[in-house]
């Protein structure tokens, strides 16, 4: 996936998360600017069930696929410090956008181009089992 016209790896496509969220690494990585963040006000509520304040939310374009199977989109991510093995995590905001279907047993998800078309992206089981690895430490 390419966020803010950088090539992002290690994403989480989460159809649980009522936010798409990007984590501050990957922000500063993106070599976004703080003072593009809108602020908020509210807090989130992490994996481990504690409450945490974003440093605020930004909309970045996205592109998932390439050349004929690419879908373009502008989403807003929530910008979270915290560690995470993830880099973003794609919630329901951004799966409903492109159209996606996500099937988390064969690791893919269908979406729809551009054009209309459907298409398919495919996730990688070894980072995803290296991301669970680095989860649990």
């Known amino acids: 996936m390419r966020i803010a016209n950088w090539e ?11 936010a798409n969220i990007i ?13 593009d963040l809108q602020r908020v006000s509210y807090e989130v ?14 909309e970045l374009s996205v ?13 807003e991510f929530l910008v979270i410090n915290s560690p995470s093995p993830y880099n973003v995590i794609m919630g329901r905001p951004l ?5 996606g279907v996500v099937s988390t ?3 893919a998800m269908a979406y729809t181009t551009n054009e ?3 298409a398919k992206l495919r ?4 980072t995803a089992q290296q991301c669970y690895i680095t989860a649990l430490k």
């Open 63 to 75: 592109r998932v696929g390439e050349r004929s199977r690419r879908r373009d989109v502008r989403v």
């Open 45 to 58: 509520t992490g994996f481990n069930g504690s409450g945490l304040t974003p440093e605020g939310i930004i």
């Open 105 to 107: 047993y064969h690791l």
């Open 8 to 18: 992002v790896d290690r994403i989480l496509i989460d159809g649980g998360s009522s």
């Open 95 to 99: 799966i409903h956008k492109i159209g």
């Open 123 to 126: 996730g990688s089981q070894k």
């Open 23 to 35: 984590y501050i690494s990957a922000f500063n990585e993106l070599k976004l600017d703080k003072k």
């Open 116 to 118: 209309g078309w459907s």
